[in-house]
């Protein structure tokens, strides 16, 4: 069975070497809406893949981390990447450029490692991520699977090159949440915390 449960965020972003200069040369934005699809052959003692409730701490504030917020391709100019931090105190540095594609995988990496690292308490068997759906626009989504995630051919993401600016730490439930789940010490079942 497959669940899907959707979240929202504003960002703005450069996608450099695109083929339109509006996107490519410009800081412009998007209203996202990211899909988190989520599959099991078995229910759990609810009779529920995954109770949607456990997606509102964790998963729900790695999303939003991206809100109000800057993406910056790490590669991008040391210049304009100093500016960003300098003039927006809420942004988010990749590996990979900001693209919708290269959101789907990152936002399925950092899924994917919530789920290994969160313990299953009420019945749930064999939960894992179907997919990431990142909508950038209204007619336009990218959609990324495991094999995506993980494509060195894609780029390479390893989660510890992802890094959050400080009021975005700040406003997590757990200042340290990136570091526990880079380091896989997460975590407590999400509603009981």
Same mark, same amino acid.
């Given at each position: 069975?497959?669940?899907?449960?959707?979240?929202?965020?504003?960002?703005?972003?450069?996608?450099?070497?695109?083929?339109?200069?509006?996107?490519?040369?410009?800081?412009? =934005?998007?209203? !996202?809406?990211?899909?988190?699809?989520?599959?099991?052959?078995?229910?759990?003692?609810?009779?529920?893949? !995954?109770?949607?409730?456990?997606?509102?701490?964790?998963?729900?504030?790695?999303?939003?981390?991206?809100?109000?917020?800057?993406?910056?391709?790490?590669?991008?100019?040391?210049?304009?990447?100093?500016?960003?931090?300098? !003039?927006?105190?809420?942004?988010?540095?990749?590996?990979?450029?900001?693209?919708?594609?290269?959101?789907?995988?990152?936002?399925?990496?950092?899924?994917?490692r919530v789920l290994a690292c969160t313990a299953?308490?009420? =019945?749930?068997?064999?939960?894992?991520?179907?997919?990431?759906?990142?909508?950038?626009?209204?007619?336009?989504?990218?959609? =990324?699977?495991?094999?995506?995630?993980?494509?060195?051919?894609?780029?390479?993401?390893?989660?510890?090159?992802?890094?959050?600016?400080?009021?975005?730490?700040?406003?997590?439930?757990?200042?340290?949440?990136?570091?526990?789940?880079?380091?896989?010490?997460?975590?407590?079942?999400?509603?009981?915390?």
């Amino acid at each position: 069975m497959l669940i899907r449960k959707l979240f929202k965020f504003e960002n703005a972003h450069i996608v450099r070497g695109c083929s339109t200069q509006r996107c490519s040369e410009n800081i412009h =934005g998007h209203s !996202y809406k990211v899909e988190v699809l989520l599959e099991s052959n078995y229910l759990d003692n609810g009779q529920m893949v !995954y109770d949607f409730g456990l997606t509102k701490l964790y998963i729900k504030e790695l999303i939003d981390s991206f809100d109000h917020g800057i993406t910056l391709w790490s590669k991008d100019d040391a210049d304009y990447i100093e500016a960003m931090k300098k !003039y927006s105190h809420r942004w988010v540095e990749l590996p990979v450029s900001p693209s919708a594609e290269q959101f789907s995988r990152v936002i399925y990496l950092m899924v994917e490692r919530v789920l290994a690292c969160t313990a299953m308490v009420n =019945g749930e068997r064999e939960v894992k991520l179907h997919s990431i759906i990142v909508h950038e626009t209204d007619t336009g989504y990218a959609q =990324g699977f495991k094999e995506d995630a993980h494509s060195e051919l894609m780029g390479k993401i390893g989660l510890e090159d992802i890094s959050f600016s400080e009021q975005v730490k700040k406003e997590w439930s757990d200042s340290e949440l990136w570091e526990k789940l880079i380091s896989h010490t997460l975590m407590k079942n999400p509603e009981k915390v």
